[in-house]
């Protein structure tokens, strides 16, 4: 599918913080280890960082998931409704979408605004771990938006058969 | 807010399509925008917190492991020495497909991966050498199930963490159900193939089968690593996968199979894998504290027991239930949406939860392979180029040794729970 460069642009930085993130969480994983092993010593913080990449990890590659139209969904009753019918199902699943990932957007700014203390074994402040949240479901809305104006203007047509197989486990 | 209202409309935005996440997240908010004592910035703190604990690592780190040993080699390698052992018996193929499924189940906790590995390659490997098209299909799905029982399984790490238990303690009680799937299917084969003298290889040399199980050892590896982390108590659940991941990829290099597109293919696979996992995680976190704030758990074992006060009857209604909710739900989001309920009205009845965790996640589990959104069925289809209604028809007959795997799995909860106690992890 042809997208704008800085939707391209968008999207593959999302990707990549994505795969940081992931190698982020094994290398933290892998110090804990050897710390305690090794050096018989383990550090206190390489646990939480851990946990907080795994944080921000979740909003990105659920936004990530977002741009390849990829959430797992119940496609149960597809099949029992038309060309038209699926238009207007996805329509309002879109809408439903764009304004849960608003509040939701909205709620992690009140968390983050809520968690300045640091309080934490790294140092780092909580709000640090919403600001994940935050910028997870901001992207989600952006995405959301896109697919609703490809749909309406017809530039993608929900398939069936590419939902099926594209639900992941 | 009505607990008819809040799960009427969770079910209404399933059935429209609406993700699983949001679904879970309109009846929440609606229910924080209705009740004036809750603090909406402590909710969305909450549905954070869903996904910021240590023993959720093991998630994407588990995805992973699966994903790097699909592309490592190893595959071809276990087939190989699977063959070479069991070749020479009839409808061997079979059992080589069961055999490799069962050692690959310990680099990997999910069906969908695996089915897409084993389908591929098996599936025409075994229709071009004779075996019957339905037949080939139906011991690759079944066989896909064994992945997601035994250690490292992505469920039972959902599970385990969803209920409160031990993640170590419910990996050690997937071990004796996998073992029982792997011989009633065994035994399918047999029955099946007995009377197919045809369909068998010459018997290999001692000297090729040692080679051939020499090869495939490091295999073995990351069973060795989840295992023996666990039963030594020398790292969680979540270390273990780390170190099982960093593994395989040295394995991978030594293979020869490295490579920066296969890599990528790894790393994208476990984004949008563990990515659309692990948002349902929040959004259940949530749904699942207003579900525990409305006691809903005790409504529901109030409920129950006023059915029935028999544990036993308590388990076919769940049977029942289950496999309903798994015919149209992923199971991994179907865990996560239920099990807040269901875990403490099973306590309520006096059930072992690890043995519980077990039923329900088999239970799930079947409806990868049925109709209308069985996602083995469909992958199935796509990596072997037979139609889904030919895969459907090939598939069902498995249906009935699965059935009665479920069915002893339920009445006999010492397949599950042994280990465990065993190992004092019960």
């Given at each position: 599918?042809?997208?704008?460069?800085p939707?391209?642009l968008?999207f593959t930085?999302?990707?990549?913080?994505?795969?940081?993130?992931?190698?982020?969480?094994?290398g933290?994983?892998?110090?804990?280890?050897?710390?305690?092993?090794?050096l018989n010593?383990?550090?206190?913080?390489?646990e939480?960082?851990?946990?907080?990449?795994?944080?921000w990890?979740?909003?990105?590659a659920?936004?990530?998931?977002?741009?390849?139209?990829r959430?797992?969904?119940?496609?149960?009753?597809?099949?029992?409704?038309?060309?038209?019918?699926?238009?207007?199902?996805?329509?309002?699943?879109?809408?439903?979408?764009?304004?849960?990932?608003l509040?939701?957007?909205?709620g992690?700014?009140?968390?983050?605004?809520?968690s300045?203390?640091?309080?934490?074994a790294?140092?780092?402040?909580?709000?640090?771990?919403?600001?994940?949240?935050?910028?997870?479901?901001?992207?989600?809305?952006?995405?959301?938006?896109?697919?609703?104006?490809?749909?309406?203007t017809?530039?993608?047509?929900?398939?069936?058969?590419?939902?099926l197989?594209?639900?992941g486990? | 807010?009505s607990?008819?209202?809040?799960?009427?409309?969770?079910?209404?935005l399933?059935m429209?399509?609406?993700?699983v996440?949001?679904?879970?997240?309109?009846?929440?908010?609606?229910?924080?925008?209705?009740?004036?004592?809750?603090?909406?910035?402590?909710?969305?703190?909450?549905?954070?917190?869903?996904?910021?604990?240590?023993?959720?690592?093991?998630?994407?780190?588990?995805?992973?492991?699966?994903?790097v040993?699909?592309?490592?080699?190893?595959?071809?390698?276990?087939?190989?020495?699977?063959?070479?052992?069991?070749g020479?018996?009839?409808?061997?193929?079979?059992?080589?497909?069961?055999?490799?499924?069962?050692?690959?189940?310990?680099?990997?906790?999910?069906?969908?991966?695996?089915?897409?590995?084993?389908?591929r390659?098996?599936v025409?490997?075994m229709?071009a050498?004779?075996?019957?098209?339905?037949?080939?299909?139906?011991?690759t799905?079944?066989?896909?199930?064994?992945?997601?029982?035994?250690?490292?399984?992505?469920p039972?790490v959902?599970?385990?963490?969803?209920?409160g238990?031990?993640?170590?303690?419910?990996?050690?009680?997937?071990?004796?159900?996998?073992?029982?799937?792997v011989?009633?299917?065994?035994?399918s084969?047999?029955?099946?193939?007995?009377?197919r003298?045809?369909?068998?290889?010459?018997k290999?040399?001692?000297?090729?089968?040692?080679?051939?199980?020499?090869?495939?050892?490091?295999?073995?590896?990351t069973?060795?690593?989840?295992?023996?982390?666990?039963?030594?108590?020398?790292?969680?659940?979540?270390?273990?996968?780390?170190?099982?991941?960093?593994?395989m990829?040295?394995?991978?290099?030594?293979?020869?199979?490295a490579?920066?597109?296969?890599?990528?293919?790894?790393?994208?696979?476990?984004t949008v894998?563990?990515?659309?996992?692990?948002l349902?995680?929040?959004?259940?976190?949530?749904?699942?504290?207003?579900?525990?704030?409305?006691?809903?758990?005790q409504?529901?074992?109030?409920?129950?027991?006023?059915?029935?006060?028999?544990?036993?009857?308590?388990?076919?209604?769940?049977?029942?239930?289950?496999?309903?909710v798994?015919?149209?739900l992923?199971?991994?989001?179907?865990?996560?949406?239920i099990?807040p309920v269901?875990?403490?009205?099973?306590?309520?009845?006096g059930l072992?939860?690890?043995?519980v965790g077990?039923?329900?996640?088999?239970?799930?589990?079947?409806?990868l392979?049925?109709?209308?959104?069985?996602?083995?069925?469909?992958?199935?289809?796509?990596?072997?180029?037979?139609?889904?209604?030919?895969?459907?028809?090939?598939?069902?007959?498995?249906?009935?040794?699965?059935?009665?795997?479920?069915?002893?799995?339920?009445?006999?909860?010492?397949?599950?729970?042994?280990?465990?106690a065993?190992?004092g992890?019960g």
């Amino acid at each position: 599918m042809r997208r704008s460069v800085p939707l391209r642009l968008i999207f593959t930085l999302q990707r990549a913080l994505s795969y940081v993130l992931l190698l982020t969480v094994l290398g933290l994983v892998l110090v804990q280890v050897y710390t305690r092993y090794v050096l018989n010593s383990p550090f206190t913080w390489t646990e939480e960082i851990a946990r907080f990449a795994m944080v921000w990890f979740t909003f990105i590659a659920a936004s990530y998931v977002m741009a390849e139209r990829r959430h797992i969904r119940v496609i149960f009753f597809d099949s029992l409704l038309g060309s038209l019918g699926r238009n207007i199902v996805n329509w309002f699943a879109q809408v439903v979408v764009i304004g849960v990932s608003l509040v939701m957007l909205y709620g992690s700014y009140l968390a983050s605004d809520a968690s300045q203390i640091s309080g934490t074994a790294s140092g780092l402040p909580m709000s640090f771990v919403y600001y994940g949240a935050l910028i997870g479901y901001a992207l989600m809305v952006l995405h959301a938006v896109v697919e609703a104006i490809d749909t309406a203007t017809g530039r993608v047509q929900p398939s069936v058969e590419q939902d099926l197989l594209s639900v992941g486990e | 807010m009505s607990l008819t209202i809040l799960f009427g409309l969770l079910i209404v935005l399933l059935m429209l399509r609406v993700p699983v996440a949001f679904s879970l997240l309109v009846p929440s908010l609606v229910y924080l925008f209705l009740d004036p004592t809750a603090n909406f910035g402590s909710a969305i703190q909450r549905s954070v917190a869903g996904v910021n604990t240590f023993p959720l690592l093991a998630v994407p780190l588990f995805m992973m492991l699966g994903n790097v040993a699909n592309i490592s080699g190893v595959t071809d390698k276990i087939y190989e020495a699977a063959t070479a052992l069991v070749g020479h018996v009839r409808g061997s193929l079979g059992y080589v497909n069961v055999l490799t499924s069962f050692v690959f189940a310990w680099m990997s906790g999910a069906a969908i991966a695996d089915t897409a590995a084993m389908g591929r390659v098996q599936v025409p490997a075994m229709i071009a050498r004779g075996y019957p098209q339905g037949f080939s299909l139906g011991i690759t799905a079944g066989s896909s199930l064994v992945s997601p029982i035994l250690p490292p399984s992505i469920p039972a790490v959902i599970y385990a963490v969803t209920a409160g238990v031990s993640v170590g303690g419910l990996f050690l009680a997937g071990i004796g159900p996998a073992i029982l799937l792997v011989i009633v299917l065994s035994i399918s084969v047999w029955i099946s193939m007995r009377k197919r003298e045809d369909l068998k290889v010459a018997k290999a040399s001692p000297k090729t089968q040692a080679i051939s199980l020499l090869k495939a050892l490091p295999g073995f590896g990351t069973a060795v690593i989840i295992l023996g982390g666990i039963l030594g108590g020398i790292f969680t659940p979540t270390e273990a996968a780390g170190i099982a991941v960093t593994y395989m990829f040295i394995l991978t290099v030594i293979y020869r199979r490295a490579s920066l597109r296969s890599f990528g293919k790894v790393f994208r696979d476990t984004t949008v894998t563990a990515g659309s996992i692990l948002l349902i995680v929040t959004a259940a976190a949530l749904f699942g504290w207003i579900l525990a704030r409305e006691r809903v758990p005790q409504l529901a074992a109030e409920f129950f027991l006023g059915i029935t006060d028999n544990p036993w009857v308590f388990l076919i209604l769940l049977n029942v239930l289950l496999l309903l909710v798994g015919s149209v739900l992923e199971p991994t989001a179907a865990i996560l949406i239920i099990v807040p309920v269901l875990a403490p009205v099973a306590m309520a009845f006096g059930l072992d939860p690890l043995h519980v965790g077990i039923v329900i996640i088999f239970n799930l589990l079947m409806g990868l392979l049925t109709p209308p959104v069985g996602l083995v069925l469909f992958v199935l289809s796509s990596v072997t180029d037979i139609p889904v209604k030919d895969v459907v028809r090939g598939v069902s007959p498995i249906y009935l040794p699965l059935l009665a795997t479920l069915m002893v799995l339920t009445f006999v909860p010492a397949i599950s729970t042994f280990l465990p106690a065993l190992f004092g992890l019960g």
